[in-house]
């Protein structure tokens, strides 16, 4: 059984910064790619961030890009997106997703999704 647990989420204000955490179950983690995608009001799912199996190739959107990191540690087998210079834009519920292999930015390319997490940015 394959579990994502994203943490990290709450209220933070304009201009923060934010830093989310997903902690997967999937062993061995090295094995997989994974990504970021939120889900605001009213709006459709979409992808933020992603990173290879390896760590050395990260896509993100380009509404986010400048102020977006994504990184992954083996050891504790979690990925983390970090978001810069919060606005309330950026108020969503924000998923942990996994793939096998070859990163990717598309929904259904992803096997295996987290519950989410809120993150709601006050002005």
């Known amino acids: 059984q394959v579990e994502l647990v994203e943490s990290g989420g709450g209220l933070v204000e304009v201009g923060d910064s934010l830093s989310l955490s997903c902690t997967a179950s999937i062993s061995p983690i090295s094995l997989y790619s994974m990504g970021w995608f939120r889900q605001a009001p009213g709006k459709g799912r979409e992808f933020v961030a992603a990173?290879?199996?390896?760590?050395?190739?990260?896509s993100s959107s380009g509404s986010v890009k400048s102020r977006v990191a994504i990184f992954r540690d083996g050891t504790k087998n979690t990925v983390t997106l970090q978001l810069s210079n919060m606005s309330p834009e950026d108020t969503a519920v924000y998923y942990c997703?996994?793939?096998?292999?070859?990163?990717?930015?598309?929904?259904?390319?992803?096997?295996?999704w987290g519950q989410g997490t809120q993150v709601t940015v006050s002005s």
């Open positions: 990173i290879n199996w390896s760590g050395d190739i990260t």
């Open positions: 997703a996994a793939k096998n292999w070859k990163i990717a930015d598309s929904i259904p390319d992803f096997e295996y």
